[in-house]
């Protein structure tokens, strides 16, 4: 099994930043494929940005240009950069991993973690 932890979630004003973290654990991959989702209060789990282990990005066009996703695959670690926050971006952010790239499909992801609260305020 893989563990997966997120941390650096927290409050912050609009136009703030914050950078989230994730760390995988326990059974290792030679290639890690990770993504970000977040899911606010009485909506469905959302794509935010996706990481191949070859370092190649993808964005959820409401975070483009604001939001930057690093990874490093040796580290099993991938970062979220998330810069200029609107009150829109509060929800649980979580981290997914899997062998396999799997891009914007939450459920074809098999490892999460348990999620980190990000609120912007107006």
């Known amino acids: 099994q893989v563990q997966l932890v997120e941390s650096g979630g927290g409050l912050v004003q609009a136009g703030g930043s914050l950078r989230l973290s994730c760390a995988a654990s326990?059974?290792?991959?030679?290639?890690?494929?990770m993504g970000w989702f977040r899911q606010a209060p009485g909506k469905e789990r959302a794509f935010v940005a996706a990481?191949?282990?070859?370092?190649?990005?993808d964005y959820a066009d409401s975070v483009k240009g604001r939001f930057t996703i690093s990874g490093d695959n040796a580290k099993a670690t991938v970062d979220l950069q998330m810069n200029s926050l609107k009150p829109e971006d509060t929800a649980v952010y979580y981290c997914?991993?899997?062998?396999?790239?799997?891009?914007?499909?939450?459920?074809?992801?098999?490892?999460w973690g348990p999620g980190t609260q990000v609120t912007v305020s107006s």
């Open positions: 326990g059974r290792t991959f030679s290639r890690y494929n």
């Open positions: 997914a991993a899997d062998s396999r790239y799997s891009g914007r499909t939450w459920n074809h992801y098999n490892y």
């Open positions: 990481i191949s282990w070859s370092g190649g990005a």
